[in-house]
């Protein structure tokens, strides 16, 4: 499916595509490595790790096998931070507006899928004012396999009634481009988190890469 040619459903991914707040989690996550005695987060690690669900995001960092309730411990710990350093301070991406009354105009049907634990979903998308934007919201906690496994796009292809191969994904993580790749949806990757230059050399590359919605837009001619 060109770009060109204007797919049935969009996908959007949440923290780093709706809203550009991955520095933010990056401070949360700063404040709790160190009261963990954790080393800083690398661009590596970031790499292995965005996108991910917590449940498998902590026993990486702790490099350990971790029970349901030490990372949920860490989940509570860590997103609360995160809770607390975002509010007031979320910005959504450049023509993130513009694109969903456009998607709107054209019928196309809307959805998020995003590896964010529900008060997270929530937080953040009632600090930017657009709970209602979103009618269908699906969670990597609730599919079998988080990503960079396929299923959260696949559910949520199955709970917009549109085949995999009509929507179009948006994400900023590679971790996610994989994922949509494996569901057979084509990607846009916004450069919000990594380089273009990153995404062009990852296996299977996103069909664009760019700074934000406005410039999809742009490009797309939709």
């Not at 949520?156 to 481009?177: I, K, N, T, Y």
């Not at 273009?196 to 590359?205: G, K, N, V």
């Amino acid at each position: 499916m060109p770009l060109a040619e204007r797919p049935r459903a969009v996908v959007f991914d949440l923290d780093g595509t709706v809203v550009d707040n991955m520095a933010l989690h990056a401070e949360a996550f700063s404040v709790f490595m160190q009261r963990h005695g954790l080393p800083p987060l690398t661009p590596e690690d970031r790499a292995k790790t965005d996108g991910r669900r917590n449940s498998e995001i902590f026993p990486l960092l702790f490099d350990r096998e971790m029970t349901r309730e030490e990372w949920m411990a860490c989940e509570d710990e860590k997103e609360s931070l995160y809770r607390e350093v975002s509010k007031g301070r979320l910005v959504v991406v450049a023509g993130l507006q513009d694109l969903l009354d456009r998607a709107a105009a054209l019928g196309m049907a809307v959805a998020l899928a995003t590896s964010a634990p529900a008060l997270n979903v929530a937080h953040t998308l009632g600090e930017i004012g657009l709970a209602h934007a979103f009618p269908i919201v699906v969670r990597g906690d609730q599919v079998p396999r988080g990503k960079p496994a396929p299923d959260v796009f696949i559910e949520a292809s199955r709970q917009l009634g549109v085949a995999a191969a009509d929507c179009l994904v948006f994400e900023d993580a590679p971790l996610g481009v994989a994922a949509a790749h494996g569901a057979n949806m084509r990607c846009v990757a916004l450069t919000t988190t990594f380089s273009a230059e990153h995404f062009r050399a990852l296996p299977h590359p996103p069909a664009l890469a760019c700074r934000d919605f406005a410039a999809f837009l742009a490009l797309a001619g939709w």
